[in-house]
T-cell receptor, first 112, second 113 residues
Framework: AQTVTQSQPEMSVQEAETVTLSCTYD???????LFWYKQPPSRQMILVIR??????QNATENRFSVNFQKAAKSFSLKISDSQLGDTAMYFC?????????FGAGTTVTVRA | KAGVTQTPRYLIKTRGQQVTLSCSPI?????VSWYQQTPGQGLQFLFE???????NKGNFPGRFSGRQFSNSRSEMNVSTLELGDSALYLC????????????FGPGTRLLVL
């Protein structure tokens, strides 16, 4: 079974600053996909970014980028130029056998 | 393209009743997955359907069941509701290949009294 660990329950960042969320996972698989989803107060789960394990290049999506360290089984998310609309709970997730396994989440609050 | 839709959005039931939740995937998507989100247990996988067949199932009691129709719409049913079933139930859809992005609906918030 895969386990996903997010060790930071809450983080706060000033608008326009950068924040990094950590995620580690445990798996014996060699080919897998990792995701970051955000869940704002509306509770709608929104895809932020995805990383394919066989790709060495780190994924980026506008202000969001990841640092994927396969050997260390680490998958951190960096939010640059934070905006008020980034305030949300962020979940790291591992996809295997059609099933997403989620971490406990990190609540990010962006301060004006 | 319309996103994943879930009905109803909110539901209040009493213990012992049963409930049926519905999910319509993104057009063309043939896989539908269901997740339960609670403050205590976080996000947990219930089951996944593809072409009317269940391909994977989480660790939930038999009171939780689901099905998928030929148009890929899915329903999940919870019988003999318990207080602990109060949760946000999220549905997600994808094209159906194993390692594909799942896109979520807005969820159904169930409160059991």
């Amino acid at each position: 079974a895969q386990t996903v660990t997010q060790s930071q329950p809450e983080m706060s960042v000033q608008e326009a600053e950068t924040v990094t969320l950590s995620c580690t996972y445990d798996t014996s698989e060699s080919n897998y996909y990792l995701f970051w989803y955000k869940q704002p107060p509306s509770r709608q789960m929104i895809l932020v970014i995805r990383q394919e394990a066989y790709k060495q290049q780190n994924a980026t999506e506008n202000r969001f980028s990841v640092n994927f360290q396969k050997a260390a089984k680490s998958f951190s998310l960096k939010i640059s130029d934070s905006q008020l609309g980034d305030t949300a709970m962020y979940f790291c997730a591992f996809l295997n056998d059609y099933k997403l396994s989620f971490g406990a989440g990190t609540t990010v609050t962006v301060r004006a | 393209k319309a996103g994943v839709t879930q009905t109803p959005r909110y539901l209040i039931k009493t213990r012992g009743q049963q409930v049926t939740l519905s999910c319509s995937p993104i057009s063309g998507h043939r896989s539908v997955s269901w997740y339960q989100q609670t403050p205590g247990q976080g996000l947990q996988f219930l089951f996944e359907y593809f072409s009317e067949t269940q391909r994977n199932k989480g660790n939930f009691p038999g009171r939780f069941s689901g099905r998928q129709f030929s148009n890929s719409r899915s329903e999940m049913n919870v019988s003999t509701l318990e207080l602990g079933d109060s949760a946000l139930y999220l549905c997600a859809s994808s094209w159906g290949r194993e390692k594909e992005t799942q896109y979520f609906g807005p969820g159904t918030r169930l409160l059991v009294l």
